[in-house]
């Protein structure tokens, strides 16, 4: 018998009970062993913090999973790659991998749940339809789970913010699957949403454990099953577009930090700091009003998905119905002016009336294109000192 939206709800609620119960004990154990992230210039805490959460987050999906998902050889891989990835991540925590071997770890996680059938033959483009991909599905699903886990990776870099993320997104994927009839794939959405808030009642600011990369390897690992098993597997218009919009601000925030690499030469592999949350540090917002803005952001681009799918804005003919159209497209011009808020308003604007008035204190005489030339610069290396306020004695230019 096929699992329903309250097996998913329990599974939810197992998951993060016991992620939450397990994680204190794994950062005792983390400390014990000295297994400690440590303040560096690139991130932004404040203290030694232990590692390894993902541990906790690991043993909440896998006691939640085999109670409430019936297990075939589809489920049997994805839990068996899931420690894989688990252990991958932990390595690199303890002796911080060469970035070639991490990728080698990643891609023999993901190999196991594709070898069992995990993969996409074919998916459909709104306005292309139907695409085939035929011998080249195992690669290309591959390829893209090994890409969403790096993305999640990327953005752990802030208290909350991957867990929060993560339980936003898997939540998301759970209603848009049950509603495609992928039971399976929708509880284990409801268990990856559920092991995230559990983790994150220990994790959000000040937080007293960080996943490590074995946390944010598996969020991003079990993320891509569930995509794949999920939505892909579908006849759906929401089947590719879906997961794309839900992702859309990590999504955004990788390719920004890859842009600057490459533009600077730097490499793409190296942390920096030039993330969304980074930047949004730097212009004067504490931890906590970074990742509540980033959570809204995602909140706005997983309501437009879950819209796409239940809003009937056309018929099986492909036929609009106004009404419905119209109500989509003004929630979509709601989210892309969040976005551009959030992007544009937050990160410049406000940083440039700061650092106007910076530096009017320290050097009245500057004119605006002066002003303008000192934001560019700053924005496009990320190179500047954190705003804190107008009262803020700031040093010279």
């Known amino acids: 018998m096929a699992p329903d939206e309250l097996d998913a709800l329990l599974a939810a609620a197992a998951a993060a009970a016991v992620t939450a119960a397990l994680t204190p004990l794994v950062g005792r154990v983390s400390r014990r062993f000295g297994l400690l992230d440590e303040p560096r210039e690139r991130g932004l805490s404040e203290r030694l913090t232990p590692l ?42 303890v002796v911080d991998l060469n970035p070639g071997l991490k990728l080698v770890g990643q891609i023999a996680a993901v190999s196991v749940p594709v070898s069992a059938g995990v993969t996409v033959d074919n998916f459909t483009l709104p306005f292309v339809h139907r695409v085939d991909v035929s011998g080249m599905g195992a690669p290309l699903t591959l390829v893209g789970i090994v890409l969403i886990i790096n993305v999640v990776n990327f953005s752990d870099g802030v208290d909350g913010l991957a867990a929060g993320v993560c339980a936003i997104a898997a939540t998301s994927f759970a209603i848009i699957a049950f509603d495609l009839g992928k039971a399976s794939a929708a509880v284990l959405a409801a268990i990856i949403a559920g092991a995230a808030l559990g983790f994150l009642v220990h994790n959000f600011h000040p937080a007293s454990v960080f996943m490590g990369d074995c946390g944010s390897n598996l969020l991003g690992y079990l993320l891509g099953a569930v995509i794949v098993e999920g939505s892909l597997k579908t006849n759906a218009l929401i089947a590719l577009v879906g997961p794309l919009v839900v992702l859309a601000v990590p999504f955004l925030d990788t390719g920004f930090v890859l842009a600057k690499r490459l533009k600077y030469g730097r490499p793409v592999y190296r942390a920096d700091r030039w993330h969304f949350h980074h930047r949004m540090a730097n212009i004067g917002f504490s931890q906590r009003q970074t990742v509540l803005y980033l959570y809204a952001w995602m909140l706005a681009m997983a309501g437009l998905a879950v819209a796409l799918r239940f809003v009937p804005y056309s018929d099986k003919a492909g036929r609009l119905h106004a009404g419905w159209a119209a109500l989509l497209g003004v929630l979509f011009v709601l989210v892309v002016a969040a976005s551009v808020y959030l992007v544009y308003v937050l990160e410049i604007f406000k940083f440039r009336r700061l650092d106007a008035i910076r530096l009017r204190r320290v050097r009245p005489e500057a004119t605006e294109d002066e002003i303008d030339a000192d934001v560019e610069e700053r924005l496009q290396t990320g190179e500047f000192e954190a705003v804190r306020g107008e009262t803020e004695d700031f040093p010279a230019v």
């Open 52 to 93: 390894l959460g993902g541990v906790a987050i690991l043993a909440g999906v896998l006691v939640a999973a085999l109670v409430f998902i019936p297990m075939d050889a589809t489920y049997r891989a994805i839990l068996v790659g899931a420690v894989i990835i688990t252990v991958v991540g932990a390595v690199d925590d």
